[in-house]
């Protein structure tokens, strides 16, 4: 096991607290729970926040510290099971356009999208299809 695990704790009826080692909290329920994400949706913001963050220096460097990046994820579920997803789709709301050279834009679009696909590790284990051993007492 990881010296740094995530911790979900039952905290009502399908009410959740997910805590890591540094006291960060993210609260999980199902699709109704106020205030909560589903676990689907903690999966998608896992892959939004892994790219943003991936891309955040090289973005700032050419844009400017007050740069706005705001990243976007979505999915496509299986149509004949909800319970999986099929793709998911990230998207960037960047404003490129204070890199006026055409080429110039490409290449840092291009040198993102190397970033996320060598270096998010979220994406990459999602895409490469990452086992997972579960425990439990028996």
């Known amino acids: 096991m990881s010296s740094t695990p995530v911790e979900v704790t039952r905290t009502g009826q399908h ?3 997910a805590t890591n080692p540094r006291g960060g909290q993210v609260a999980i329920g199902r699709e109704d729970a ?3 994400f589903t676990p689907g949706e903690l999966l998608l913001a896992a892959i939004a ?3 943003a963050v991936t891309s955040e220096n090289m973005l700032v460097r050419r844009l ?3 740069a706005e990046l705001t990243v976007h994820a979505d999915r496509t579920t299986v149509p004949e099971d909800k319970h999986k997803f099929a793709r998911v ?7 490129l356009s204070a ?3 055409d ?3 490409a290449k840092l679009v291009e040198a993102v999208e190397r970033a996320i696909t060598k270096y998010c590790t979220v994406s990459r284990s999602v895409e490469e299809g990452t086992p997972i051993d579960l425990t ?3």
């Open 15 to 17: 009410a959740f607290l």
């Open 34 to 36: 106020p205030d909560a």
């Open 49 to 51: 926040a892994c790219s």
């Open 64 to 66: 400017g510290e007050d």
């Open 89 to 95: 789709q990230v998207g960037f709301d960047v404003d």
């Open 99 to 101: 890199i006026e050279d």
């Open 103 to 105: 080429g110039d834009r």
């Open 136 to 138: 439990l007492p028996s």
